[in-house]
């Protein structure tokens, strides 16, 4: 009995990340949703929505659990330890908005500035936060690394080596019988499109059109979870045969 058809390989899942089969640059895609750029040294993760819980406040919405920031900077926070990267990237919309980066709390305030001490912080500008916040580090439209090129959005004539955000992709997966859902990465040969890594945020199904003009017929989805699993995106479950 086959898994899918038709059948497809599984990377085997490792508890420390999962390397991508990336030319530009060695990279790993870490069980959190952050990437590594070993040879750089380099941390990226994109859309932490930092303030979510007081941007639906502040609109009337109902509200996610009350301590999604603290949750986040605590999980970017052990990913900065782990590492000990030389550059941090933040690839955009790491604020709800940018209500949300003036309101920070002292104490995040303070576990951004331990975490930025030491090593270079980029800011990247998303659509949800387009100005420059007032934390340590540097703002930027996008970021060039390596042979990386980091931005929020996906621009699909863009060079290979863009690592990019945005669209919080998330996957299914059928094995065995068993559907399991959850954050992913997606890639290819000529980018990688990062999950959120917020608390409480929603995403994008990963087979959803809206990926078709940025992946090649040979792109991967790299399932999160305590270990990383991968498997070719065309092997997913789309959303309309669940």
């Known amino acids: 009995m086959t898994l899918f058809s038709p ?7 490792r508890p420390e990340g999962l390397a991508i089969d990336f030319p530009s640059e060695p990279l790993v895609a870490r069980p959190s949703g952050a990437l590594w750029a070993p040879r750089l040294r380099l941390l990226a993760a994109a859309d932490l929505h930092l303030g979510k819980a007081g941007r639906l406040a502040r609109r009337g919405a109902a509200l996610p659990p009350p301590y999604e920031t603290a949750e986040t900077l605590a999980r970017l926070a052990a990913e900065v330890a782990a590492l000990d990267p030389a550059a941090v990237v933040c690839l955009g919309d790491s ?9 920070l709390d002292a104490p995040a305030r303070a576990r951004i500035a331990a975490m930025a001490d030491g090593r270079d912080w980029v800011w990247i500008a998303g659509n949800h ?24 959005i996906a621009a699909p004539q863009a060079a290979p080596g ?10 299914t997966l059928t094995l065995r019988g068993r559907r399991i859902a959850r954050r992913c ?13 917020g608390a409480y945020v929603g995403g994008l199904d990963a087979t959803d059109a809206a990926f078709d003009p940025l992946l090649g017929a040979n792109a991967w989805a790299l399932l999160l979870g305590p270990r990383v699993t991968a498997a070719p995106r065309a092997a997913l479950t789309p959303q309309a045969a669940r």
């Open 129 to 152: 936060d387009p100005v420059a916040p007032d934390l340590p580090g540097v703002a930027a439209a996008q970021h060039d690394a390596g042979g990386l090129r980091f931005r929020h």
């Open 95 to 103: 604020f709800d908005d940018d209500a949300a980066a003036a309101a």
């Open 185 to 197: 990465f997606l890639h290819d040969r000529r980018r990688v499109i990062l999950p959120a890594f």
């Open 162 to 171: 863009e690592i990019s955000g945005h669209y919080h992709p998330k996957a």
């Open 7 to 13: 059948p497809v390989e599984i990377a085997a899942p």
